[in-house]
């Protein structure tokens, strides 16, 4: 699960160097590597609560649909994405704790 975070985190880093290059390509790559592929198993997924389980979903959703908007959508529809998206990680961090989850 950590392993999945740091790809999320490397993302996010990815998305905002491509934003800033106006490298779109760099941005919706970097988007995909952290869409539904890079969800946990569902072995794993199902150990977890259900509540926890939506917010992963949910988050790799967010970074499809991003990745997907790249090239129709502007630079501002891009960072608002990105506003909504990490928002996922705000609220899971707030209430998650591994040793809570186990
Ligand atoms: C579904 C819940 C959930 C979501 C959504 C989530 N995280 Fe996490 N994340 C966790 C939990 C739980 C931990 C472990 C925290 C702890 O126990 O200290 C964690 C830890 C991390 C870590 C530490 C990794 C390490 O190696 O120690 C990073 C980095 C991270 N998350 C990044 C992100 C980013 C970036 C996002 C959003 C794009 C995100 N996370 C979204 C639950 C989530």
Redesign the pocket.
């Known amino acids: 699960?950590?392993?999945e975070?740091?790809t999320?985190?490397k993302?996010?880093n990815r998305i905002m160097h491509g934003l800033a290059a106006g490298d779109t390509v760099m941005v919706e790559d970097a988007a995909r590597a952290?869409g539904a592929k890079a969800a946990l198993s569902p072995q794993l997924g199902k150990k977890l609560p259900a509540h926890?389980?939506d917010?992963?979903r949910?988050?790799h959703q967010r970074?499809d649909q991003l990745a997907d908007a790249v090239k129709s959508g502007t630079r501002d529809d891009v960072v608002k994405r990105m506003a909504a998206?990490?928002g996922?990680?705000v609220?899971?961090?707030d209430?998650?704790?591994?040793?809570?989850?186990k």
Do not use: K, N, P
Not at 95 to 101: F, H, K, M
């Open positions: 699960m950590l392993a975070m740091r999320m985190l993302s996010l952290s926890f389980q917010l992963e949910r988050v970074f998206l990490t996922y990680c609220t899971c961090h209430t998650y704790r591994l040793d809570e989850a």
